[in-house]
């Protein structure tokens, strides 16, 4: 190739050929192919003169073809193949490749020289990226002076296992279109732990407080490519503390990728009821924490209950020797296991029969049979006993009969309860209670003494009008009515216990006796003051004083008098709010007021004397003192300082006398000074 000044021509030339057709691309990876059908024998790629002059400039190719002899043979090179040529020279390599990357890593950068024609600069250049490759430096900026260089760095980030692909594009004013460089890589799969459970819940059912469950097991598998390793493996929830977890799966202890390991999981309630919480296993995993939750119920232990219907038994009265008919006791389990039962049987003078055997299941009951032969005559006592392995153990009922001989009086009360009187007034009469005293035995009863006994015994009596009597003989199958009355002596609860005795019979327990006294209703008189004081003023007379009256009782009271014991004091009961006259009647809790006045006056003497106020209160009169103070009692100001000079003494105060006549001497000097 000539000078420089052979191509200028040649550029104005180029100028006018027809550029490639519209959606061309210069590729240069067919610039390469071209080149070296058709431009090898005469040029390497390398920087020479030459070939710099065509680097991302096929005009001045195209001007080289039509200026050099050597090159004519060129011409049937069309304008797509000079593009391509230029975009080969001036963009190397042509193609990028680069080393597999695990997904979501970015590889070694790799580098794209961008060169211009020795004889004419670049502008516009830009450069643009796609796929999963990016720009990470170079030195290109938008424009190349002539006959230099500039990089473009790229650096692959695969976002997916497998072939990735994309493409720097890369445009300027060199060439009529953009040159695309292809880019590649193999992006290879991250190795990573992944966790799975073989259950999402483990369920234990019923299960009996503080004891154990059949273990579960749970098994984790690692599904990833890469050691499984965990960090904690926690139990939590609010029945945390009743689960345990154990076995190969445990912090420090990595599961190889595709491996599994082992929980055994077992439930102990700590108490009744629903008992929830989680298992969560913390780890390495990509897919995050993996958790199981965990359920199950308390329950009470199973415990047998024994109880026994009726609480008591009572045979009544049976003739010494003979048997009385049999009385049937039910024994139950009302618990939740067996019964176990080790013994039952009967005290004193009663007998049991059973068929209960030894072991009575849950919510099964049995009979026994109770059998009462007096052995002598009286009362009998005794129970019934149940030995087992129920809580309370041992279980009674108790027994009770009466032994009577034959041709025999068995007296009862018709009512054998305590004997109420309610409540009554202190000094009043209760309401009278009757007792049916009844010989249901086969002899006559003498009936010996009826006794009332006991702390309050002399606040209760036998009526006359009772037809039972001491001494009195009750023939068999005969009866008679006692009255009992009730009048208390004080007030609070009282109580006593009524007692028979007879002979030849069979007597019933004694009765409790019992009534509740109040205190009476009786008026009682509140005073607003308990001592009245009058003092004289220097003129006329003391203010007159209110004295209220007040029945602070609980029925009316009634004043019948109203006394003062010096003329010189008066009470006045008239007017709004007054007691009025005598008689006075108030009822419980109203009040009235007394005026009551003093006249004596400052030149008169004290007095004192008593306003005495009687009724049916207790006691029965009440004295409210009183007194006035006149200024004859009061002493004389004899010493200086004072101001008895005008007080009507007669004495003249000796330092006042001399303060008057110093006054005097001033007043008149100054009179003759003026």
């Not at 990357?101 to 070694?108: L, N, P």
């Not at 004891?211 to 139990?235: E, H, M, P």
């Not at 249901?440 to 006994?453: D, W």
């Not at 003129?539 to 014991?565: E, F, K, P």
């Amino acid at each position: 190739m000539k000078s420089h000044s052979l191509w200028r021509p040649a550029l104005a030339l180029a100028a006018a050929l027809a550029w490639p057709a519209a959606g061309f691309a210069a590729d240069p990876v067919q610039g390469s192919t071209t080149f070296s059908q058709r431009c090898t024998a005469c040029h390497s790629v390398a920087s020479t003169a030459t070939v710099d002059r065509g680097r991302n400039s096929p005009a001045m190719i195209q001007s080289a073809i039509a200026n050099v002899g050597a090159m004519s043979g060129l011409s049937v090179l069309s304008a797509s193949d000079l593009e391509n040529i230029a975009a080969y020279l001036g963009n190397a390599p042509s193609t990028v490749s680069f080393a597999q990357t695990t997904v979501g890593q970015t590889s070694a950068t790799q580098t794209v020289t961008v060169r211009a024609s020795r004889v004419a600069a670049l502008s516009g250049l830009a450069a643009s990226v796609s796929g999963d490759f990016s720009r990470a430096g170079g030195t290109c900026g938008s424009t190349l002076a002539a006959s230099s260089s500039c990089t473009i760095t790229l650096a692959f980030s695969p976002t997916a296992a497998g072939s990735r692909s994309g493409t720097l594009t890369i445009s300027h004013s060199g060439l009529t279109t953009a040159v695309p460089i292809a880019l590649s890589g193999t992006g290879a799969a991250a190795t990573q732990a992944t966790i799975s459970l073989d259950a999402s819940t483990l369920d234990f059912g019923n299960q009996t407080v503080n004891t154990t469950s059949a273990s579960k097991t749970l098994t984790v598998r690692n599904t990833g490519n890469a050691a499984l390793d965990f960090s904690a493996l926690t139990l939590g929830g609010g029945a945390a503390a009743d689960y345990s977890a154990t076995g190969g799966c445990a912090v420090g202890t990595p599961v190889a990728a595709g491996g599994s390991c082992a929980l055994t999981v077992a439930f102990t309630p700590s108490t009744t009821g629903n008992r929830a919480a989680s298992l969560t296993l913390a780890s390495n995993a990509s897919n995050g924490s993996a958790s199981v939750s965990l359920s199950g119920t308390g329950q009470a232990a199973a415990t047998p209950q024994a109880s026994l219907s009726p609480g008591s038994v009572a045979f009544g009265s049976v003739t010494v020797g003979s048997s009385a008919s049999a009385q049937t006791v039910t024994l139950s389990n009302t618990g939740s296991a067996a019964l176990n039962i080790s013994a039952i049987g009967a005290s004193g003078a009663f007998t049991t029969t059973n068929a209960c055997g030894s072991t009575l299941a849950a919510g099964a009951s049995c009979a026994i049979s109770v059998v009462f032969t007096p052995t002598g005559a009286g009362t009998a006592s005794g129970s019934l006993s149940v030995t087992s392995n129920a809580s309370g153990s041992p279980h009674s009922v108790s027994l009770a009969g009466t032994g009577v001989l034959a041709d025999t009086a068995i007296l009862q009360w018709s009512d054998a309860g305590a004997i109420d009187f309610g409540s009554v007034s202190v000094g009043d009469d209760a309401a009278t209670r009757s007792l049916t005293l009844a010989n249901s035995g086969s002899g006559s009863a003498t009936l010996t003494a009826f006794t009332i006994s006991g702390t309050h015994a002399a606040d209760f009596r036998i009526d006359g009008s009772s037809t039972c009597t001491a001494g009195q003989a009750l023939a068999a199958g005969a009866q008679c009515t006692l009255v009992l009355g009730f009048t208390p002596s004080a007030a609070g609860n009282r109580s006593a216990s009524l007692a028979l005795s007879a002979g030849n019979a069979s007597t019933p327990e004694p009765i409790a006796l019992g009534g509740v006294a109040t205190a009476a209703a009786a008026p009682a008189l509140g005073l607003s003051a308990e001592s009245l004081a009058f003092v004289a003023p220097a003129s006329g007379n003391a203010a007159a004083q209110t004295l209220t009256l007040t029945n602070t009782g609980t029925a009316d009271l009634h004043l019948n008098a109203l006394t003062v014991g010096d003329s010189r004091f008066t009470v006045d009961a008239s007017g709004t709010g007054g007691c009025g006259t005598t008689p006075i009647t108030l009822a419980a809790g109203a009040s009235c007021r007394l005026s009551v006045a003093w006249a004596g006056t400052a030149a008169d003497a004290s007095d004192t004397s008593a306003l005495t106020i009687s009724g049916d209160m207790s006691p029965a009169s009440v004295e409210v003192a009183l007194s006035g103070q006149g200024g004859a009692d009061q002493p004389a100001n004899a010493g200086g300082g004072g101001c008895t000079l005008g007080a009507g003494t007669g004495a003249a105060d000796p330092l006042l006398l001399l303060m008057a006549a110093l006054a005097g001497v001033l007043f008149w000097r100054r009179r003759r000074g003026s």
